[in-house]
């Protein structure tokens, strides 16, 4: 597909209006749901309204619940009126906390009340699928990775070290020595299919080392953990502190934001249902950890024997993903659902709100 063809997709799908519509419930909503071990925010919103981006519109934290913005596994969730609108809180909670009952009927909301956001006990998405890449992948600037400090021998001349070996580096560091980095590892480097901007590149984290001595530009580490063997030219970058979130929320974007798969993460051309996937938008683009986005499958181009010319048709949804961890140029997100078989270089848009 040329360039120009790419192009004209992205920009026909950033350019679509944003329609406005009533959220409505699944016909087979169910009026009362206990939460079960292994649910999902997402899982909870399909089952009420089919789409786990209307989260936020349909959720009603009540002040009569301890800690109303939290859903355990036990919970009895349920739907009630608020206004004149079905909203879904919960109606009495398991054996994790205080259990209290509500009485049906109508919520009447005073001016001051507002939905407050949500910090679920329950995590959005399944966060097995993701807890691994979020320890074990950085995206930095390509200058970063290149400019620090690397490994240039183990103890008693090794090549390959695993924990416990004492290894040398060398290299300027940026600021006051710390006592301890992280050794990464050259991965993919991204870059925008339409603008061939570079959009980072995916460092992989070999494991941790704690530094014990420097003198001059020579760093002398001992390895506290490695993930895979630490080698000769791996980097040294300073530790991040990452906690492992699972209070995000699926949610729609407040804007339009669309754009491309650029890559699985399992190394493969082909996508699937929580595969983890690299999208060439990112904070600068209004993405935000927790947006939903809808997959497309380009149309085919066909052949019109009356005008005599080809065009392409619609394109049309193939899935949806949330993403989970964003950077300035682009971010990732897990796929969800695969109503049809993905890959690289699908494009992908925010749900119409």
Known sequence: MSKTIKRLIVTGLMCLSVGASALELRADAPERYTVQKGDTLWDIAERFTGNAWEWPEIWYANDQISNPHLIYPGDMIGLIDVNGQ???????????????????????????????????????????????????????????????PYIVSG?????????????????????????????????????????????????????????????????????????QQVAI?????????????????????????????????????????????????GERDGMESGHVMLIKKAGE???????????????????SMMVFRVYEKMSYALVMRAARPLKVGDYFESPKI
């Open 155 to 227: 103890a008693d001349g090794r090549v390959l070290m695993g924990a416990g070996t004492k290894v040398y580096a060398r290299g300027k560091v940026e600021g006051p020595m710390a006592s301890a980095y992280g050794i990464f590892r050259k991965g993919d480097v991204f870059v925008d299919p339409v603008t061939e901007e570079v959009l980072g590149l995916e460092a992989t984290d070999i494991g941790k080392a704690s530094v014990e001595t420097f003198e001059g530009d020579v760093i002398t580490l001992m390895l506290e953990k490695t993930n």
């Open 233 to 281: 030219r791996d980097r040294l970058l300073e530790t991040e502190d990452r906690e492992l979130k699972s209070s995000f929320i699926p949610k729609a974007p407040g804007q339009r934001i669309a754009g491309e798969i650029l890559a699985v993460t399992n190394g493969v051309s082909h996508v699937g249902q929580f595969d983890v996937v690299a999208l060439n938008r």
């Open 86 to 148: 079905k909203k879904l809180t919960v109606m009495e909670r398991g054996q994790a906390s205080r259990t209290v009952k509500l009485r049906p009927g109508d919520v009447k909301m005073s001016p001051s009340a507002r939905v407050q956001p949500i910090e679920a006990a329950i995590a959005a998405i399944p966060m097995d699928a993701i807890q691994g890449f979020l320890r074990n992948h950085r995206i930095v600037e390509p200058e970063e990775l290149a400019n620090a």
């Open 301 to 319: 181009v066909v052949y019109d024997p009356v005008e005599k010319e080809k065009i392409r048709l619609p394109a049309e949804d193939a899935g």
